[in-house]
T-cell receptor, first 113, second 114 residues
């Protein structure tokens, strides 16, 4: 079955450093991936997405890399700020045309001032 | 443009009781999806409502049911509550044809079953 997992449950970084959050997925048929940020007491907030026909996509201070060979996703946050402290989830659409997302367990990012 | 609003924000129920959670979709969105998020876990898809009908369901028993109203708002009903139903219940709305691509999540309802 489909599964999305994360390598590290927690990550602490110094303010100003770059953060890298990793995610492994098991369904080779998945064609769309999204990274979400969830702050305490709030719902998940869209950060960036990538389709399976791309290897890299950049946003404002964030970059997502997709390695389909090893079924691995990463989210890179440049110049991490205290406001980036949150739980980060990768999610995938399990198959083309599906109307739901499979989420991983999440990584808690803590930014140290 | 208003976002997704959910009510109540917190709720405590006794095992065996029934609960109804409510969701108002974002303006312009006509599709509502519900997710269950257990503590320390990622959200899990319960079901989606589109045009007032269930449009896809995850691995949840029939005691989880829902409704969508003509104004696109939605309810999640859970019967015969179990302790494991304690979780954050998230509602997400989207535009027709966008489904997951244009999800907007609400802040959720925290349900505690004792």
């Amino acid at each position: 079955g489909e599964s999305v997992g994360l390598h590290l449950p927690t990550l602490s970084v110094q303010e100003g450093d770059n953060s890298i959050i990793n995610c492994a997925y098991s369904n080779s048929a998945s064609d769309y991936f999204i990274w979400y940020k969830q702050e305490s007491g709030k719902g998940p907030q869209f950060i960036i997405d990538i389709r399976s026909n791309m290897d890299k996509r950049q946003g404002q201070r964030v970059t997502v890399l997709l390695n389909k060979t090893v079924k691995h996703l990463s989210l890179q946050i440049a110049a991490t700020q205290p406001g980036d402290s949150a739980v980060y989830f990768c999610a995938e659409i399990p198959q083309t045309g599906a109307n739901n997302l499979f989420f991983g367990t999440g990584t808690r990012l803590t930014v140290i001032p | 443009e208003t976002g997704v609003t959910q009510s109540p924000t917190h709720l405590i129920k006794t095992r065996g009781q029934q609960v109804t959670l409510r969701c108002s979709s974002q303006s312009g969105h006509n599709t509502v999806s519900w997710y269950q998020q257990a503590l320390g876990q990622g959200p899990q898809f319960i079901f989606q409502y589109y045009r007032e009908e269930e449009n896809g369901r995850g691995n949840f028993p029939p005691r989880f049911s829902g409704l969508q109203f003509p104004n696109y708002s939605s309810e999640l009903n859970v019967n015969a509550l179990e302790l494991d139903d304690s979780a954050l219940y998230l509602c997400a709305s989207s535009r027709e044809g966008w489904t997951v691509y244009g999800y907007t999540f609400g802040s959720g309802t925290r349900l505690t079953v004792v």
